[in-house]
């Protein structure tokens, strides 16, 4: 067959053949070298990544928190009172506190009114002391919820009043308890939001203003993967009109992965919030947080606002230090001398809340107040006429059983000139962190054997298996890892060794002081009269009470 | 008369300059129950702590089965049978009832024994074996403590509030095994703000107001002037 035919025929010679199969092979191992390369790229640079710390380890091995909030308590001081406390009487109105330690164990509670934790928390024994019946106290303080983890309720919560919600949640990485009234059936933290944009309300409407009928309307849709809607009083109506009168939320984080330990608590009083935040009214807000960690130690922050207006992000109003306005601060002059002297003569005293704060280490504190009303009635109560009281309540028959008490108390009570106090704002945080325990490194004994075998190099043989000889080395053979040094004990830091001189003077030592001392308790006791070491005539000791 | 197996005399302690205790004088004889109560404040905890050696009082003497014991340590006296239930229950939540248990058996006490005495005196406990404790409620977690603290065979029990947030019918159910472990010849002191129910298994009954030992005497007489005394004394 000659190239001729070839062409015509349009066939190929085995010599074409083979090139391209040659060829096609060697684009196909380059394609699986490039392939090969490419997952052991991955492999490596995976590797890498994971030779990367997943998370930050925390730097604290133990920790406690605490968070308190109240926007208003109202505190009694009345020594006539018979309760132990001081102050004898006290209401904390939309009361929060959490509590995180160590476990982790977290702890949270919120109360629409909490009256103290000597009523709260013993409000059966004052049931019982007072003769009122079981049923009424035997359930303990009713206006509260509570959650604890690990427990068997970690998240619970309770409309305390029409509008008024408690939540408390618990996990192993938080603890929060909210209180408030509001529309929106929920309260937000303070102090965290001062640079975020306030929400725009299109993007509620999610472009779409017909849907402002549906809102208007209490409809809530949503798209597949969003959360359930928020179970507001007024449905979404909230996001419209967000009426809060006395909030407060406490919270703790604790991560353990985390590096810190959190506590924040904010008490809010009066706020109102128009078109989903766009205007926001607040009375007073006392924010406190306290951070700590071991290495960066406690740090502690507050934020006590009082009148504040924000609109579209820019607050206005007035703060512990002067009038606040697009985030600059001007000193206002006090109030004027006179009303507050009037007031005065009338008992009622205005302070500026106090604030402490503390720091020691990894150990901090601080509490809060927005502002404080303190009124004494004793100038009150001696303008008043007096009521012939006790003749009135010593014309009553006399009660039965444990309730004849109260005629006394009537009495006493109507002598009584309590000092009331209004605080509002109270914010109280505190947190704390330790480092682990160091545990002393055993020392090792330098008994590791090296891995590569000492083998010793066998001299060269002929096909007959007699030696040859090799003649001079060409070069000095490579030296196998040898054993490291054995150190001796005797110089290793501590105890001489046994036998030793040193050693024998230490144990002579104890033993002599050994005696010294057994010598000396008996000489005491032969002296003094061991068996009279009490006033009574008893002797001391520590008696084994199971064979008395 | 016998020995007695606790005698509390003139007893003060303080919180650095805040005295809580100021003269306590309190006698419990062998094999009795002896209800303390009080007011939140009264000084009944911090009593126990200083009869259990975790405080040290400024002045006065105790004396246990007529032996001077003062400044005994905490440990010296565990182990010498006064065992203490401290308030709030202070089991090990993240751990499970049995290993609670188990870890009473580090004092001496052999595991089987341990499981023994708590399974018979608590069998709810038995079915809860494998359980965290701080998952249990209230109430199971009390009888946990319970358990671990009869475990080491006590022979004075110091129990603080007992009752503390549980619902009156576990709180009886509680003071009926109290009960059962008085009838073993276990001394008990019972610091208590549930006092009609402490009243009830007591043999002897004290009143503490203030920082003292305010009245003492029978159940019965206890519980008639209890009001008077509390209320009655502080106003």
Known sequence: MTCVQCNEKSEKTLYDKTVARRVATASRRTKRSLAALAVMGLFVGGSAASLQPAVAASDFAGFTTFAQATPLRVEIYEAAIPIPASPQIEFNFSYTKVAGATGPIGTARASAMWPGDGVGEGLKTFGEQLGLPGQLTDGGYPAQVNAQSPGDTATASQEFLPGSVGRVSTSDKKAVAKVGYGTTGDVTEGGTNGDAKPPNLLDILQGDPTALAGLLLGTATGKPGDAAPSSSPLGALGVIVAAGGMESISTTTYEADADRVVATATARLGSVALLAGLVKLDGVEVVTKTTSNVTGGAKTTKSITIGAMTVAGNKFGYTGTGFEAMGNQTPIPGLPDDPVKALAALGIKFEMGKSVASKDGAVGAISAEGLRISIDTTPLTALLPKLPLADLVNGLPDLPGQAAILKGLIVALGEAHPRIDLVLGSAITNAQTVKALPFPETPTTPTDTPEAPVVAPLAPTDATGSIVDPGAPEATPPVVNPLPPVTNVADIPGLPPLGSIPMALIVGGLLLASALGWYITTAGNLLFGGAAACAHGLKAGIPDLRKV | ?235
């Not at chain 2, 009593?47 to 975790?54: T, Y």
């Not at chain 2, 009156?168 to 010849?185: C, F, K, M, N």
């Open chain 2, 1 to 235: 008369m016998s020995v007695p197996i606790l005698d509390v005399i003139d007893i003060h302690a303080a919180y650095g300059r805040i005295e809580v205790l100021r003269g306590v004088n309190l006698t419990i004889p062998k094999g009795s129950v002896l209800a303390l109560l009080g007011p939140n404040g009264a000084g009944k905890s911090t009593l126990l702590k200083v009869i259990s050696g975790q405080m040290e009082q400024t002045s006065g003497d105790i004396h246990l089965a007529g032996v001077h014991v003062t400044g005994a340590k905490p440990d010296d006296l565990a182990r010498a049978g006064l065992t203490t239930i401290p308030e709030g229950r202070s089991v090990f939540p993240n751990l499970t009832v049995e290993e609670n248990l188990l870890l009473m058996s580090y004092a001496g006490v052999a595991a089987d024994k341990v499981f023994d005495t708590a399974y018979s005196y608590f069998p709810r406990l038995h079915e809860r074996r494998y359980q965290l404790a701080g998952t249990m409620s209230g109430g199971e977690q009390q009888m946990l403590a319970m358990a671990r603290a009869l475990s080491s065979d006590p022979a004075l029990l110091l129990l603080d509030e007992l009752s503390m947030g549980l619902a009156p019918l576990i709180v009886d159910d509680l003071y009926e095994t109290v009960g059962r472990i008085a009838q073993s010849g276990v001394s008990i002191l019972v610091v208590e703000q549930f006092a009609r129910t402490a009243l009830r298994v007591s043999d002897y009954a004290a009143v503490m107001t203030g920082g003292r030992v305010v009245a003492t005497g029978e159940p019965d007489e206890i519980g008639e002037i209890m009001a008077d005394v509390i209320l009655g004394g502080a106003a």
